[in-house]
């Protein structure tokens, strides 16, 4: 009896709530003027990060295109969990867009497999290695990102000049070729000036969990280090290491927290990028590419070194600055490159081609840690 | 002695015109209750009829809905139990309240409130004394509380935790408590319930010096024999409303129970001879079993019982009763000892294995809602409870539980809404009525009934014992454990006597006395008794 | 001071005025936020019903949500009706994806698809009643707290598929990136006119809930576990074995849910594979009172609740964590309307004899018992 008069009510509710709906379609009639324009982002807008960097790159080209576009969002999404991030992408297919940027890694299948479902909709996925004529037979899908190495090699040598204990500390997400690149990068950049320099690391097996993050740091700190780094989407580590009385090169974002540890750090400048491809889209000019811009291109910058670097730590960087920007990845990865073994991986005069740097799962010399197998 | 009386011309309370409403159910129709100064007044009815009520709104539990209560002649407004007490009004629960890990003394001190200056109340200093010394001196506390028992001729240590008193001495513990708290007019509710006849005895005997004193007793009871023995006057209510006040001394018990119920009913029980054959049907030998706690519940037990009988087992709560029946009916698995329904050996099997081989035996447990029954399932699916698992095949045969369960409402008179109607709404009796016809309908050889009538009105309990005797005449042997010595000797051919797991002795209902069981009860055996030694 | 004391029962009109109240208090509380912060409110409730129903997309994505949802509580619900709080639904969702994903690495690749699904559905049952029967037998033969303990498997899971993922099960085709690779395309649920079979799972598992409490001897022992574990003893009932036999049941179909993910809907397997749908069960099987029929039509509004809540932050750029707000303010109120509908708050004293009333009033057979023999039970 009960269960026939919940039903009742059930169905009641429903009703009530189609009868509300069926008069809100006929709303949105003038929407096709304006280009839609869907982002996925794994956590929210305002992380002080990762999802940070990338929304403020797509304010950038909301400033410069205005009322051509419209920006539908949705935060959170988790990377890891296929069905919410498929009804994610649906959600954004469903209100209309035609252009739809999903920007971490973990989301690639799943816009695999929207882009294949929906042809009309262009796809652009940040960090993964699918694409048009890659991995994928239709035309409507992109792959971005940029070559942030270059900023974390010079970043590196800020911190390779900056240390006393000659021990920097590192706390990684997870052991992936984007964040392994990251702490090779890093790793060279520091040993160019600095060649006693060791870079220890610390997984986390999270992008974004400040307890953790600032847990993994403090372990590190109390283990010798005095420079930290990060490959994270949240500034723990930096205030672990303000806290400690330590310096830390922050990513993603100026990090202005910390007054007495921030050094400087990688940058990600999305705004670029987005303003090109929005362009292409809006020109009707869409191009399936692999984007992987570099310093030379915007797409990734070395912040503005903060007042606690040393002059000599300035002049380091400039003097490697100008090679870096105008040779990429090609200069950071250059050989003679010796793994953690003591075996030469990259020969002198060579430099590690790009599927081998998508790829990569082994650390340079002078990183103290280990990539699971 | 000075008397506490404070004005002779008022009643010590009056209520007239008492109405309290539940939704569309009368507890109280317009009733008066009067009590004098000095007098012990019965307070009597069936379940339902408004006892509880009545005295929860002279408590300050409820608000009457119409009515006016007047205490020593001044009118008075409850609004809270507290209000009560503060009007000289105490109530002694069927439950107590104790706190078992703190002493008498504690309990009794704890919550005390300092008597107000010039209350004119007479135990004001005696009162202020207590609560003087009750942080300071222990000692000195305990000897005011003794002191201040004695005149009831009330008797226990008050250093001992509540934990470790008798049953018998926490109601004293609980209405010295109530006495200090101020309270000249003291309601008792069923209070003999939990008692020995001894230890009953003994609490007329406080009751009376306390009446002689000029407290004002009320005495909820259905036992008619104490009423005719304790009590000044008696008011009978029935279905809500005061029926008559009447003097005990002029009135006999039919006359009482005819008031109560508005009927006549016999109250003797019609008992048929039991079987001259005497064919045993359960032996059991030497059990004996000890709780997880390693505490002694049954110990070296024995004794027969013969088909078409009915054997009785007396004893105070707690003497091993309920591991008794959970034993024979292979709930629990006693340590040593061996149980034979017709010479087959039952000891240590499940009931379902007992069942299967063919021994059939009903057991009515005395937890009806929490083990006899599924308390929020209907009739049909409690009768399934014992025979779902007879049938072949994975699927339970609801048709026949449905069929069996009509016939079974038909038979008792069973009253509910609806075959599917959870158990846990019906009335005491019919919640009784569901089981014993549930365990009828499995034609036992033996039947287990633990305190079948616990909580019944008299008429549902008539119809219990008819119900009983209906088995006996067909021959089955019956186990009933009973409470009320005077049923026990009524409805059993035999009554054996339980004592802290031990049997006492087995006695012939229709010779024995009920002092003779009491004495049994605590701890002498029958041979004793026949010798002339008593420990009581 | 106040007292909760539980209703003995409500009418149907009861019942429909209460929930109605509740979900139009939940409507309101959220309309005042999302206007405080600035958004069209009737315009944003617009969105949340059309993102649930208002287009094929829209069912689609409900019903993607409805499907672990309601099995997940299917399974969990077995499990409360004996009492025993199976908390761990999330960990045996993982588990029991985990043991199909195994089969389906381990089956030859030339093997038939239906049968494929067949044994990937089997396995996963069985791993999902491995990973309850842990805490099981703890429960059933040593009385530890089952709620803890599941709730712990929750986490011990996750780590183990975390550990799957990066490392034993790591496919090297990913060029680096840690992930499992995907089960077989034949393995994979189909579609039907948009709608995957995997509807076919709640649908088919109602059945057999429904059928199994209510018609078998194990689903009525279940019950009488549940009810009184010494009545059940009394009746002869082996309750060790029905309490062995419930969790795995209980586990086992939490565990389908998982494989029926993992083959319907995310076609690889992750950490995050339970999506927290071994969660939100415990909330469904509790508002639909343990009815396996009830249980898929509140899987489903809960549903549709996840999917509009998502919608509006695409439509109106609602930001996530408001949407989350709305979702809960709507789903506290309708929780908070079932617990006026099934107890009652009283103040004061002398208000305990209200509850009496309302018995009273409900309840025929009141009239032959004894009103006033209850006290309220509960005081805070």
Known sequence: ?373 | MESIVRNDLHPAFSMRGITKMFGTVLANDSVDFEVLPGEIHALLGENGSGKSTLMNVLSGIYRPDDGQIEVYGELKEFRSPGDAIDSGIGMIHQHYKLAEAMTATENIVAGMKKPPKNSGKKDDVLRTDILRYASRSPAKTQQKIIEFSSRFGIEFDPSIPAGQLSVSQKQSVEIIKVLLRGASILILDEPTAVLTPQEAKKLFSVLRKMAAQGCAIVFISHKLNEIMALCDRVTVLRKGQSIETCTVSEIDAYDLVEKMVGRKINLSINKPDPDPERRVCLDVKGLTYSDSKSVPKLDNLSFTTYYGEILGVAGLAGGGQKELCESIAGIIRPQQGDILVDNERIAGLSPRDITQKGVAMCFIPEDRLGMGLVASMGIEENILLKEYALTKGPLIRMKDATTKAEQIINELEIKTPGLKHPVRMLSGGNIQKVILGREIHLNPKLMIAAYAVRGLDIHSSYTIYNLLNEQKQKNVSVLYIGEDLDVLIDLCDRIMVLCQGKNMGIVDASSTTKEEIGQMMSGTTLEELKRGVSYV | MFRITKKESFTKAEAIIYRLFGFSVGIIFSGIIIAALGYPVFKTFISLAEGSFGSSIAIRNTISFLIPLSVTALGLSIAFKMRYWNIGGEGQILMGATAAMGVSMVLPSGMPGPLMMLSMLVAGFIGGSIWALIPGFFRINMKTNETLFTLMMNYLAICFVQYLYFELWRDPAKKGFPGIQDIPFRARIPYVSGISLAILAPLIIVLVVYFLIKKTKLGYEIRVVGESEPTAHYAGMNVKKIMFVGVMLSGGIVGVAGAVKLMGSTGTLSSSLGGGAGFTAIVIAWLANLSAPMIVLVSFLIAALEQGAQFIQVRMGVPAAVADIVKGLILMSVLGSEFMLRYKILFGVHTASKKLEERASVDPTMQDSDPESEVVEDSI
């Open chain 1, 1 to 373: 009896m009960k269960r026939v008069m919940s039903m009742i009510v059930a169905v009641l509710m429903m009703a009530g709530i189609f009868a509300i709906a069926g008069c809100g379609d006929a709303k949105d009639a003038k929407k096709d003027e304006v280009l839609k324009v869907g982002v996925l982002y794994i956590s929210p807008e305002d992380d002080g990060g990762y999802s940070q960097a990338h929304a403020e790159g797509i304010a950038k080209a909301l400033a410069t295109y205005g009322d051509k576009i419209e920006i539908k969002k949705l935060e959170s999404v988790d990377d890891a969990d296929v069905e919410a991030t498929n009804a994610a992408i649906e959600n954004l297919v469903n209100d209309g867009c035609k252009l739809i940027f999903t920007t971490s890694y973990g989301y690639m299948d799943p816009t695999v497999a929207a882009a294949a479902k929906y042809p009309e909709v262009y796809f652009s996925h940040c960090s993964g290695y699918k694409y048009s004529g890659n991995g994928y037979e239709g035309k409507n899908m992109d792959a971005y990102f940029g070559q942030i190495e270059t900023a974390r090699y010079l970043s590196g040598i800020v911190a390779g000049m900056m240390t006393e204990t000659d021990q920097l500390g590192y706390v990684a997400a997870f052991p992936i070729p984007e964040v392994i690149r990251g702490i090779n990068a890093y790793t060279l950049g520091a040993r160019s000036v600095n060649p006693d320099v060791v870079v220890k690391v610390s997984w986390t097996n999270t992008w974004f969990d400040p307890a953790v993050e600032q847990a993994s740091a403090e372990a590190l700190l109390a283990d010798g280090c005095d420079v930290m780094a990060q490959h994270q989407d949240s500034p723990s580590a930096i205030e672990a290491a303000e806290s400690a009385g330590a310096l830390a090169i922050g990513y993603d974002l100026t990090y202005t927290g910390a007054p007495n540890a921030y050094l400087t750090a990688p940058l990600w400048d999305w705004g670029t990028y987005y303003t090109y491809k929005i362009g292409q889209v809006l020109d009707g000019k869409w191009e399936v590419e692999n984007y992987w811009g570099g310093m030379k291109e915007g797409v990734a910058k070395l912040d503005a070194l903060s007042s606690l670097v040393s002059e000599e730590a300035k002049a380091a960087v400039e003097a490697a600055r100008a090679e870096v920007t105008e040779k990429g990845n090609a200069f950071v990865f250059a050989g003679p490159i010796y793994d953690q073994n003591g075996e030469l991986k990259v020969a002198e005069g060579e430099s590690i081609p790009y599927g081998d740097q998508m790829g990569m799962n082994w650390f340079v010399d002078g990183v103290i840690g280990q990539i699971p197998s």
